[in-house]
């Protein structure tokens, strides 16, 4: 059984910083692509970055560009968002998802595996 557990997320103030971690069990893990989401109360969850299996080739959103960075331990089955200069539109939950073999993508029906989630709050 694939599960996928995030952990790492908080409170923070305005311009701080965050790691999530995800931990996967069950798969190969350097199969395939992940990727990192979040939802805010009320909106539509939206890709924040994604990596490929190998780690080779990383993917963001403009909004996160330069400051968050996607990276992966294939050697712990772990992958790793840091999360820079935070701002208050970046409070969200925060999932980990298992993407397609190999590469990774933008959109969340090519996810098909999800975390239960890990609450980021950036507040002062």
Known sequence: QVQLVESGG???QP???LRLSCAA??????YYGMGWFRQAPGKEREFVAGISGSGGRTQYADSVKGRFTISRDNAKSTVHLQLDSLKPEDTAVYYCAR???AGSGTSRFQYAIW???TQVTVSS
């Open 115 to 117: 975390g239960q989630g």
């Open 25 to 30: 069990s069950g798969l190969t893990f350097s």
């Open 10 to 12: 908080g409170l923070v």
């Open 99 to 101: 993407g397609p073999p």
């Open 15 to 17: 311009g701080g910083s």
